[in-house]
């Protein structure tokens, strides 16, 4: 796996973001990712998926670290990551995120995230209008204190699964409930649900990986994600 580790100037007060990008296509395309990691951190599952998506759908990709070096290793940990990250502070790296692809050469920059990725996806869309230029969120919908989704005037792509039982997070009444919201706004979406899989079903090293729904769902990413991404 390649990948070009470094650090770059955010806006969060934790200061500057770690990152890794995916730059192997620059030469050859002018469309820019952001890959947003589960609850666990930026592990090496997550830089191996942004990778292949980046070169699935040929994007310029980026993963930041929003732990800055935090991994879990169990479920508990992962809990407590993710409870305590500063959330309006990781809008500010993903803005960050953004930004640095724009100034690499991206002309368009699409936002996608998986589980809290998700939820931070939907979040990017809601409150750095006029940053991102689409989204498409897996299985993870932020708290209404953080942002109002019917705001959003990006393309959306959801991702969800009908067998996800994280109630308030991700469970298939949530999704219901989030079109209801994209809906309401006339918010330019459209809601993939994927039977029998359940929640983060594109994580390969997961007891729930599914995947003929994970390759269904990435290759829905890329194709929404090329034509959002066109200037």
Not at 60 to 70: E, M, Q
Not at 168 to 178: P, T, W
Request: proline residues 3%; negative net charge; aromatic residues 8%.
């Amino acid at each position: 796996m390649s990948g070009k580790k470094g650090t770059i100037k955010s806006e969060n007060p934790k200061g500057d973001l770690p990152c890794i990008v995916f730059n192997e296509l620059l030469a050859e395309s002018d469309k820019g990712l952001v890959v947003i990691q589960e609850w666990w951190g930026m592990n090496k599952q997550i830089k191996e998926e942004a990778h292949s998506i980046s070169k699935m759908g040929k994007f310029v990709t980026i993963v930041p670290d929003l732990y800055r070096g935090k991994i879990a290793t169990d479920y508990e940990e992962a809990g407590h990551l993710m409870s305590n990250l500063d959330w309006p502070g990781a809008v500010k790296d993903i803005r960050a995120s953004i930004l640095h692809l724009k100034s690499m050469g991206c002309k368009k920059v699409g936002v996608t995230g998986f589980c809290m990725g998700g939820a931070l996806s939907l979040a990017a869309g809601a409150l750095l209008q006029g940053v991102v230029d689409a989204i498409a969120p897996f299985y993870g919908i932020p708290d209404e204190k953080l942002c109002d989704v019917s705001t959003i005037k990006c393309p959306v792509q959801c991702h969800f699964a009908a067998l996800d039982h994280l109630v308030g997070f991700s469970s298939l009444k949530d999704a219901e409930k989030l079109e209801e919201k994209l809906k309401a706004g006339n918010v330019d979406y459209e809601m993939n649900i994927y039977d029998g899989a359940a929640h983060a079903f594109t994580n390969a090293t997961g007891p729930n990986y599914n995947k003929d729904s994970c390759h269904l769902a990435l290759q829905r990413l890329c194709t929404f994600m090329n034509k959002s991404l066109v200037e």
